[in-house]
């Protein structure tokens, strides 16, 4: 039974160490729109918890519900055709003895981003 116990409390370690490495890194999607309409998704994305404030990015959001919520930014490059490039990544967060606070908040994000730009490629190619 200690076993159990053991792995139990290395995965959560592990599962622990991955949200936090992967809500750091920056995520970039290629679509086959304009900036203006992967800026629509992106802001449909964000629904009333969270509000957009100043950041380095072309749009920057932050949670409302949690105190030291990380900001979780967007930036669109056009390539000059009808593609754009999405760039997200979490530009502002606050840690706890080096570790992140909120970061499955803005991990779950990007994800939920990137993934909703991938569908509307996967639409707009088919």
Known sequence: MEVFWVLV????????????????RHVA?????????????V??????TWTKVSGKGD????????VGAPVVSIAFSPDGTSRCGVEIWTSEFSTRY??????????????????????SLDAAAS
């Open 43 to 48: 802001a449909a994305c964000f629904n009333v």
């Open 98 to 119: 080096g570790m992140m606070n909120h970061a499955q908040l803005a991990w779950r994000k990007k994800r939920k981003l990137a993934s909703e730009l991938a569908k």
């Open 9 to 24: 409390v290395i995965a959560l370690l592990c599962w622990a160490i991955f949200v936090q490495v992967d809500a750091r």
């Open 59 to 66: 749009l920057n959001y932050r949670q409302k519900l949690r």
């Open 29 to 41: 999607v290629e679509v086959a729109m304009s900036e203006q309409a992967a800026a629509e998704i």
